[in-house]
Structure formats: C-alpha cells, structure tokens
C-alpha cells in the first residue's frame, strides 16, 4: 500500500518551533517533487513549501519565507519542514504530497502537481 505519512504536529506558543516529517511507505520518495500545504478551519488549502528531486530547488509561500525551511533526505526516504517562529495564522492541519516519478525541475505549489496525500497533521499555535 502506497502512503504518505506526516508527523510532529502539536501545540506549541507563539514564537516557538516545530518539525514536521514525512514519511513514505510502499514507495520512495527519491525522483519526486514533494510538497506542503496546510488547512486552516473555514478556510481554502494553501501552499506551504516544496522541495525538487534534488533537493536543490525549493519554493515557499510568502507567509512562511524566512520563517521555515524545507530539506530533504532520500537516504532515510523523509522530508522534513522547520517551521520557527510560529504565529497563531499557522495553525492548520499539515499535509505532505508527493508528486509523480521520476520528474526533475523546479516544483511549484500547486496541488494538482502531486499525487500522493498524506492524512495532515494537526499544527496549533496558541498561547
């Protein structure tokens, strides 16, 4: 069975941290775009950051740059998402994707670019 799992969600305080992973299981990730995005209550899902095959490309929406970072390692089949410096507009459930095989370029956060969902985990900044 193909799955995509995230983990590392929870509560944390405003201006705090949190790792985020992504696990694949049946499947590697090596040779996909793999992305993240986030659903807050009441509202659409949004684009958080992707990461290309290489790990050398990486997009990022503009209410997370400069405050998290996407990386990737294939040896271990995960990708990871730091997220510092939390505000409480992060709060949302987290989902990863990963995107067709093999595809080599830049990645985009669009959802229609992956195929592979996981089930979210929960994010929730609050004090």
């Known amino acids: 069975q193909l799955q995509v799992v995230e983990s590392g969600g929870g509560l944390v305080q405003p201006g705090g941290s949190l790792r985020l992973s992504c696990a694949a299981s049946g499947f590697t990730l090596d040779y996909r775009r793999i992305g993240w995005f986030r659903q807050a209550p009441g509202k659409e899902r949004e684009g958080v950051s992707c990461?290309?095959?290489?790990?050398?490309?990486?997009n990022y929406g503009d209410s997370v740059k400069g405050r998290f970072t996407i990386s990737r390692d294939n040896a271990k089949n995960t990708v990871y998402l730091q997220m510092n410096s939390l505000k409480p507009e992060d709060t949302g459930v987290y989902y990863c994707a990963a995107g067709p095989s093999p595809v080599f370029g830049l990645c985009w956060l669009s959802g229609s670019d992956y195929n592979y969902w996981g089930r979210g985990t929960q994010v929730t900044v609050s004090s």
């Open positions: 990461i290309s095959t290489s790990g050398g490309s990486t």
